[in-house]
């Protein structure tokens, strides 16, 4: 479409910049003319030109009528949706808005347990009660799986009144779901489907790619455009695509969520990133999929580090965004924290994140054949020196399907919490969440009835002074939860 060669938002700043204004309004640096000097000799100074306040030239997220409401029109036909809204706190804010949106206090939401962390700070805000599903632990692959078809259905027969349903896909891992199947479930039953696809902004514009939310028929999914398209970090996108979402409700929650002094260079890359992945997403995409199998290729002739494949992950139900690489490091007896830590220190290479088992390398638009090169002659280097030896690790989870006494709002707002020790927590009910990396699922969450599984699943992680993200004390040894005088 012609349409999609404009850039509205990013032309209108880059106008203004090029009249050299004199500013009087915020932010203090003026232009850049206050920027500390060693700072603004590395940037430059036209960075800080597009680094604007709300006024009308330069439209208002909150209220958009010019050039913001323009480009997210033209984000919307580009994804094929009813509405797009710019999202500058990352998808956090969209998890958050997505299910405040959808749901009203007291509604049920069916989601799995490794949804973000951001979504439990929405079901928070929403008043919403959340039913778990247990995710699926694979310890061949040493990943974790996120909902299938089966698993949503099952859910939607046992809690018939659930509103929604909540789904994360791709996971970090880059692995997908069935959700045409999960959309025509939910909807066969008058439920919405939300979709975090925080990962998958590009899914849409490559055939070889798993389908994407929108495609497969999502009412409402936030992507990362930062993550994986060439906005910059916090720029992200909420989609609707329902008859179901009144888009004045999800207007006000977003403006409750989000800042009213955005910032406008992240805006303006959304609008950029956009008509980029628009005209050439098939080629950049085609261009990664190739330097990404092509590495799996090698990282699978090494001696102890291994990267699954697509056949592999389809052959288990889902599919897989080849251009994230899971580097599973257990043969070579390092941890992946360990790899992660030489090939930053000693490689100058960072990967996005890492547990025990494995890194996970994400590609993107700015990733290039060198860059690939250098991941893999650091890999080939770290094979070759370390002799390899495999620990005795197990990703594994408690049963999750714990007695959801109140509901996590309740909680954080309205009781009174106490500690007690972790030996005795069981019979309790929850006041904290605690996830464990691995896996980094929550293994309790505010309003949960403590069993004598978690606590004793907890007491192992103690015993072997694993932290525990929300521990909230330098040792593992009390548990926050629910004061009943």
Same mark, same amino acid.
């Given at each position: 479409?012609?349409? %999609?060669?404009?850039?509205?938002?990013?032309?209108?700043?880059?106008?203004?910049?090029?009249?050299?204004?004199?500013?009087?309004?915020?932010?203090?640096?003026?232009?850049?003319?206050?920027?500390?000097?060693?700072? $603004?000799?590395?940037?430059?100074?036209?960075?800080?030109?597009?680094?604007?306040?709300?006024?009308?030239?330069?439209?208002?997220?909150?209220?958009?009528?010019?050039?913001?409401?323009?480009?997210?029109?033209?984000?919307?036909?580009?994804? /094929?949706? &009813?509405?797009?809204?710019?999202?500058?706190?990352?998808?956090?804010?969209?998890?958050?808005?997505?299910?405040?949106?959808?749901?009203?206090? /007291?509604?049920?939401?069916?989601?799995?347990?490794?949804? =973000?962390?951001?979504?439990?700070?929405?079901?928070?805000?929403?008043?919403?009660?959340?039913?778990?599903?247990?995710?699926?632990?694979?310890?061949?692959?040493?990943?974790?799986?996120?909902?299938?078809?089966?698993?949503?259905?099952?859910?939607?027969? %046992?809690?018939?009144?659930?509103?929604?349903?909540?789904?994360?896909?791709?996971?970090?891992?880059?692995?997908?779901?069935?959700?045409?199947?999960?959309?025509?479930?939910?909807?066969?039953?008058?439920?919405?489907?939300?979709?975090?696809?925080? =990962?998958?902004?590009?899914?849409?514009? =490559?055939?070889?790619?798993?389908?994407?939310?929108?495609? !497969?028929?999502?009412?409402?999914?936030?992507?990362?455009?930062?993550?994986?398209?060439?906005?910059?970090?916090?720029?992200? !996108?909420?989609?609707?695509?329902?008859?179901?979402?009144?888009?004045?409700?999800?207007?006000?929650?977003?403006?409750?969520?989000?800042?009213?002094?955005?910032?406008?260079?992240?805006?303006?890359?959304?609008?950029?990133?956009? $008509?980029?992945?628009?005209?050439? /997403?098939?080629? #950049?995409?085609?261009?990664?999929?190739?330097?990404? +199998?092509?590495?799996?290729?090698? #990282?699978?002739?090494?001696?102890?580090?291994?990267?699954?494949?697509?056949?592999?992950? $389809?052959?288990?139900?889902?599919?897989?965004?080849?251009? &994230?690489?899971?580097?599973?490091?257990?043969?070579?007896?390092?941890? @992946?924290?360990?790899? +992660?830590?030489?090939?930053?220190?000693?490689?100058?290479?960072?990967?996005?994140?890492?547990?025990?088992?494995?890194?996970? !390398?994400?590609? @993107?638009?700015?990733?290039?054949?060198?860059?690939?090169?250098?991941?893999?002659?650091?890999?080939?280097?770290?094979?070759?020196?370390?002799?390899?030896?495999?620990?005795?690790?197990?990703?594994?989870?408690?049963?999750?399907?714990?007695?959801?006494?109140?509901?996590?709002?309740?909680?954080?707002? %309205?009781?009174?919490?106490?500690?007690?020790?972790?030996?005795?927590?069981?019979? =309790?009910?929850?006041?904290?969440?605690?996830?464990?990396?691995?896996?980094?699922?929550?293994?309790?969450?505010?309003?949960?009835?403590?069993?004598?599984?978690?606590?004793?699943?907890?007491?192992?992680?103690?015993?072997?002074? #694993?932290?525990?993200?929300?521990?909230?004390?330098?040792?593992?040894?009390?548990?926050?939860?629910?004061?009943? $005088?």
């Amino acid at each position: 479409m012609k349409s %999609q060669g404009r850039t509205p938002l990013m032309d209108v700043l880059l106008s203004r910049a090029k009249r050299d204004v004199t500013s009087f309004h915020t932010p203090g640096h003026k232009n850049g003319q206050g920027v500390d000097p060693k700072l $603004r000799a590395f940037t430059g100074k036209n960075v800080y030109k597009l680094d604007v306040t709300v006024f009308p030239e330069v439209d208002s997220l909150h209220d958009p009528v010019g050039a913001i409401k323009r480009a997210q029109a033209l984000m919307a036909q580009a994804y /094929g949706v &009813k509405h797009s809204f710019f999202l500058v706190n990352g998808s956090s804010s969209g998890n958050m808005a997505m299910l405040m949106s959808a749901c009203h206090p /007291g509604d049920s939401v069916i989601l799995s347990r490794n949804a =973000h962390k951001s979504t439990l700070s929405g079901i928070i805000l929403s008043g919403v009660w959340p039913i778990w599903i247990q995710p699926k632990v694979d310890q061949h692959l040493d990943i974790i799986f996120d909902s299938d078809a089966a698993q949503v259905e099952e859910a939607l027969r %046992q809690f018939p009144e659930a509103k929604a349903v909540f789904i994360t896909s791709p996971t970090y891992h880059g692995v997908t779901t069935d959700l045409k199947k999960i959309a025509d479930l939910c909807h066969e039953r008058g439920k919405l489907l939300l979709v975090d696809e925080a =990962h998958g902004p590009h899914l849409k514009f =490559h055939k070889d790619l798993p389908i994407s939310a929108v495609e !497969a028929g999502a009412d409402m999914c936030v992507q990362s455009t930062h993550k994986i398209l060439s906005a910059v970090s916090q720029g992200s !996108a909420l989609h609707v695509n329902s008859d179901w979402v009144e888009l004045n409700r999800v207007r006000k929650i977003l403006s409750i969520l989000q800042t009213t002094s955005p910032n406008y260079f992240i805006l303006a890359s959304l609008d950029a990133a956009r $008509r980029q992945v628009f005209f050439q /997403g098939e080629k #950049i995409f085609s261009r990664l999929i190739r330097l990404a +199998e092509e590495a799996r290729e090698r #990282i699978n002739h090494l001696r102890h580090i291994y990267c699954f494949t697509q056949g592999e992950i $389809r052959a288990k139900g889902y599919d897989l965004d080849v251009t &994230k690489l899971t580097l599973n490091v257990t043969r070579t007896g390092l941890s @992946g924290h360990e790899v +992660e830590h030489r090939l930053a220190f000693e490689y100058g290479i960072q990967v996005d994140c890492a547990d025990l088992f494995n890194l996970i !390398a994400i590609m @993107g638009t700015g990733t290039t054949r060198r860059d690939v090169e250098r991941l893999l002659s650091a890999l080939e280097d770290i094979d070759r020196k370390d002799p390899g030896h495999e620990r005795n690790w197990v990703l594994q989870l408690p049963s999750l399907s714990t007695e959801m006494v109140m509901t996590p709002r309740d909680v954080f707002l %309205q009781h009174q919490a106490k500690r007690v020790p972790l030996s005795k927590a069981a019979g =309790h009910i929850s006041a904290q969440t605690l996830t464990p990396y691995p896996p980094g699922i929550p293994v309790l969450i505010p309003g949960e009835r403590i069993t004598k599984e978690i606590q004793d699943f907890l007491l192992d992680l103690a015993d072997k002074d #694993i932290r525990v993200s929300g521990q909230e004390t330098d040792t593992l040894r009390t548990v926050k939860v629910v004061s009943t $005088r």
